[in-house]
């Protein structure tokens, strides 16, 4: 059973920097999609930034210009980079991926265990 792994994630003071890192346990045949998402404390779990396997990017409003994910195909793992990080960036994110696993089967959704980002002084 493949498993997406995190890691990364802890305690920073506010205006610092963290860089999350996710990729799948095992051999992987094919990844169409990845992804960051978060969940705060009382509220819905939202998307954070996603990549594309034609390379396009997409971010929530409110990380434009602080947050930037990137890829290395080699090691099929995403990076989020997180800068200028906010108290209300505090939040488990969870990586998420659209891949198959083998030839045969088609894409499927699959999710990290999340990983606890605190902003706070």
């Known amino acids: 059973q493949v498993q997406l792994v995190e890691s990364g994630g802890g305690l920073v003071q506010p205006g610092g920097s963290l860089r999350l890192s996710c990729a799948p346990s095992?051999?992987?045949?094919?990844?169409?999609?990845m992804g960051w998402y978060r969940q705060a404390p009382g509220k819905q779990r939202e998307l954070v930034a996603t990549?594309?396997?034609?390379?396009?990017?997409n971010y929530a409003d409110s990380v434009k210009g602080r947050f930037t994910i990137s890829r290395d195909n080699a090691k099929n793992t995403v990076y989020l980079q997180m800068n200028s990080l906010k108290p209300e960036d505090t939040a488990v994110y969870y990586c998420?991926?659209?891949?198959?696993?083998?030839?045969?089967?088609?894409?499927?959704?699959?999710w990290g265990q999340g990983t606890q980002v605190t902003v706070s002084s």
């Open positions: 095992g051999s992987i045949f094919n990844i169409f999609a």
């Open positions: 990549w594309t396997k034609g390379g396009i990017t």
């Open positions: 998420n991926a659209e891949m198959a696993a083998t030839w045969y089967s088609g894409p499927g959704a699959y």
